[in-house]
């Protein structure tokens, strides 16, 4: 494995904020961690006001060339060495996970300096509860024509980036960032990603500035809490592409979205729901939460999602399967929780310009498949709201 480069970037100022008792109700979340690690012991989070500084004046410049991830992930083999080093499952889980944690530690070394160079990307978050954010008021509606809702199997930060991009072909009026939902971990800012896990969290992690904007004083996040970070730095490409570091030698040209990180119920109870197949004697087995008051919980965290968005402008949006990972929630409940919501009075009227799921196809099958693609297409895509 290429060694990691001896960075010119140190990181002087760590505030890490008040403490919050961790006494805290959150019967609503439970407390196994689905990605079996926390972030919080190896590199802590820089918190607002953070300072940076060039060691021994240094050169901010930095060579993408130089970064690990494209020559490490996948392994480069001949076909000889293929055939003699085939690894078990477990074997390339491993491995994976190696090389996402020399990416972790490579982007926390990078992002101080590389922040230093977008003053316009302050990685700042803010924290969002039901006390500050009311229903939306239909008076400051911008009326926009209804859209319709699209579902990709695809990451979240690429739909990010290419909706972002339609504005260079195509008017738009929404001129904040794309504003993407991070589904998060309650319990440890950025989930496992500093120990190479790899859920939706940690992949946005791996690529952005997203770590630094979730403040450690903000945890655990109680059940209705979000955190806003209004400018991200997105500064590596997708882990189909080798998670290779852009152009960070021209920092303007770096693409910048918003986000909203919710967590969502962890490891619900579940219950299967019998229904019957129009026309037909067969019997569809839906799995559903088994108490309603989890359900009720699931769609105010949605509504929390959008009056988020809402209230800070965003009219284009990159939502996904809240909670329908590593967490555990039933894929077809949650996805009648969107389409309920986006139902509502509250949430119609023209407050979008676009609605995307990213939502990665889990089980290869497609949009006619019983994966979270499958499921999120069938019942939202081509939905006007």
Same mark, same amino acid.
């Given at each position: ?95 994976? *996970? &190696? ?5 972790? =530690?490579?982007? %926390?070394?990078?992002? $101080?300096?590389? +922040? ?119 500064? *590596? &490409? ?5 998670? =290779?570091?852009? %152009?960070?030698?021209? $920092?303007?040209? +770096? ?131």
């Amino acid at each position: 494995m290429t060694t990691l480069p001896k960075p010119k970037m140190i990181q002087t100022v760590l505030n890490f904020g008040s403490s919050r008792s961790p006494n805290k109700d959150t019967s609503q979340i439970g407390r196994r961690d689905p990605d079996e690690t926390s972030s919080l012991g190896d590199t802590l989070l820089p918190d607002s006001g953070m300072d940076y500084e060039m060691e021994n004046g240094g050169s901010s410049k930095l060579d993408s060339q130089t970064s690990i991830a494209s020559a490490d992930w996948p392994p480069s083999q001949t076909a000889s060495e293929a055939t003699q080093a085939v690894l078990s499952p477990a074997q390339e889980a491993m491995k994976r *996970r &190696k090389v996402l944690r020399c990416i972790a =530690g490579e982007t %926390s070394t990078f992002l $101080p300096g590389i +922040l230093e160079m977008a003053p316009w990307a302050p990685p700042n978050g803010y924290l969002y509860s039901p006390s500050k954010i009311s229903q939306l008021n239909p008076k400051y509606c911008p009326c926009f024509h209804k859209t319709s809702i699209r579902v990709h199997n695809a990451d979240s930060l690429d739909t990010a980036i290419a909706l972002a991009n339609c504005s260079k072909y195509v008017t738009v009026r929404d001129k904040k960032p794309v504003c993407v939902l991070n589904m998060a971990n309650a319990f440890h800012a950025g989930g496992g990603w500093k120990n190479g896990a790899l859920a939706q969290e940690e992949t946005l992690c791996y690529r952005s500035s997203l770590s630094f904007t979730l403040k450690l004083r903000y945890y655990p996040l109680d059940d209705l809490q979000a955190i806003y970070s209004p400018t991200v730095l997105v500064i *590596r &490409k997708s882990i189909d592409d080798g998670h =290779g570091l852009l %152009s960070l030698n021209k $920092p303007e040209e +770096l693409p910048v979205v918003s986000v909203i990180s919710i967590a969502a119920l962890c490891e619900p109870k579940l219950a299967a729901k019998k229904i019957p197949v129009p026309n037909s004697a067969d019997v569809h087995v839906k799995e559903v939460f088994r108490n309603g008051a989890d359900r009720d919980l699931t769609k105010d965290k949605i509504r929390m999602i959008l009056r988020t968005a809402a209230y800070n402008g965003h009219r284009r949006l990159v939502l996904g399967a809240l909670g329908c990972g590593a967490f555990l929630n039933p894929r077809e409940d949650v996805a009648d929780c969107f389409a309920e919501v986006f139902s509502e009075s509250e949430f119609g009227g023209g407050w979008w310009e676009s609605i995307i799921f990213a939502v990665m196809d889990d089980l290869e099958e497609g949009k006619d498949g019983d994966g979270n693609y499958g499921v999120f297409y069938r019942k939202l895509h081509g939905m006007m709201v």
